[in-house]
C-alpha cells in the first residue's frame, strides 16, 4: 500500500451524526445509554440501531446483523462517524460480510479498539482508510472521560491541522532516539491474530503501537517472540507500548506460570534493535484513553518521551 493513497475522512464537526456499532461483544444498556448522553452533551447527534443489545452468547447479535449495521452506516449519508460500542470478540467473524462498495464510496471516521483492532487493520490494508485507535462508547464514554483526553480526541477528529505533541504523565523512556514513520498498530493479541490474513499488519518503516489487557507475561512474551522470528521488528522506526494492563504477574501471583516483569520481557526481546521504545503510553485500556490516528506521520521523540503528530488526520 502507497502511503500516499491514504484517505483521510472528513472531520468531525459539533452537530454531526454518530454511527453507534457493535461489531463485537454486546454493550450494557445502561453503558450505551450513558455513553450515548456523553456524546450528546460533547455537542454531536447519536444514532444506533434498536437490536444493538441482542445476544448471541459472547456476540452482540449474529455476525449478519452486526456486519449489517457497519454496512449500513457508512453507506447512510447522515451518519458521519462510526463509533464502536465496546470490544471483547467478534470483529474477525465480520471482515468477509463487510460492504466493499459502501466503504469505498463513503469512507468515515471510524474508531474503537481492543477487538477493534482487527478492524482498524482491516480498514487501512483493504481500503486505505485513516483510522483511530481510540475511546468506545460503553468501558470510555460511559463513565467519566477527562477533559484533557476529550479535547485531544475534538481536536484530532475535528480539525484537518496536525494535532502537534502527546504527551503524558508516567510515560517511561526504555531507550532515547528520535525516529519518523506512518503510525500503525493496536491490541498486541489482534495484532499477532492478523499475520497470514491478507490484512496482515505492515511494519515497514512504522511507528508501532502496541497495548494489551490481562495477558500473562509468557503470553506477551510468546507473541513478542513471535513478531520478532517472523521480521516484524527488523524495518519499524520506533515502538510505543501502551499501559499493558493487568499482564505483570503480581495479578495472578502463585497461579499457573512464574511471572516475569513486562518491561524485562520487553527489553530482553528487544535489545538488538536500536530504536526509540516508549512505554506506558495511555491510549487504549486503563482510562485516560488517548485516540491516535493509524496511518498518518508521526515522530516518536524517545529523548523526551512523547508522540507528535505531524500531519491531520481528517480532511
Known amino acids: 500500500m502507497d502511503r500516499s493513497e491514504m484517505i483521510k475522512p472528513k472531520a468531525l464537526k459539533s452537530g454531526d ?41 459472547y456476540l452482540a447479535g449474529e455476525d449478519g446483523f452486526r456486519a449489517d449495521e457497519i454496512n449500513g452506516y457508512f453507506a447512510d449519508p447522515e451518519i458521519k462517524a462510526l463509533f464502536c460500542a465496546r470490544g471483547g470478540y467478534g470483529s474477525l467473524r465480520l471482515l468477509d460480510k463487510l460492504d466493499a462498495e459502501a466503504i469505498k464510496n463513503h469512507p468515515k471516521l471510524f ?7 482487527t478492524l482498524l487493520l482491516y480498514l487501512q490494508a483493504q481500503y486505505s482508510l485513516v483510522v483511530f485507535h481510540g475511546p468506545m462508547v460503553g468501558p470510555d464514554f460511559s463513565h467519566r472521560y477527562p477533559a484533557k483526553p476529550q479535547a485531544h480526541l475534538l481536536q484530532l477528529l475535528g480539525s484537518p491541522e496536525p494535532l502537534g505533541v502527546i504527551e503524558a ?27 497470514g490474513t491478507p490484512w496482515a499488519i505492515n511494519t515497514d518503516n512504522k511507528i508501532l503501537f502496541l497495548e494489551d489487557i490481562s495477558e500473562d507475561p509468557y503470553k506477551i512474551d510468546r507473541m513478542l517472540s513471535y513478531l520478532k522470528l517472523i521480521g516484524k521488528f527488523d524495518k519499524v522506526q520506533g515502538l510505543v507500548f501502551g499501559r499493558m494492563v493487568g499482564c505483570n504477574p503480581a495479578r495472578k501471583r502463585g497461579k499457573g506460570l512464574p511471572g516475569r516483569e513486562i518491561l524485562e520481557i520487553i527489553k530482553e526481546l528487544l535489545q538488538d534493535f536500536s530504536i526509540p521504545i516508549i512505554y506506558n503510553f495511555p491510549s487504549g485500556h486503563g482510562g485516560n484513553n488517548y485516540a491516535l490516528p493509524f496511518g498518518v506521520r508521526v515522530t516518536l521523540d524517545g529523548n523526551r518521551g ?8 481528517v480532511s
Do not use: W
Open 169 to 195: 504523565p508516567g510515560i517511561e523512556i526504555l531507550r532515547k532516539g528520535v525516529a519518523n514513520g506512518v503510525l500503525t498498530g493496536g491490541c498486541l493479541s489482534l495484532v499477532t491474530l492478523t499475520i
Open 306 to 313: 512523547v508522540l507528535i503528530i505531524e500531519e491531520g488526520a
Open 17 to 57: 451524526t454518530i454511527g453507534v456499532v457493535a461489531p463485537a461483544s454486546p454493550v450494557g444498556k445502561v453503558e450505551l445509554l450513558r455513553g450515548i448522553q456523553k456524546l450528546e452533551h460533547m455537542g454531536f447527534r447519536v444514532k444506533y440501531h434498536h437490536r444493538i443489545h441482542r445476544t448471541q452468547g
Open 111 to 117: 474508531m474503537g479498539y481492543s477487538d477493534i483492532t
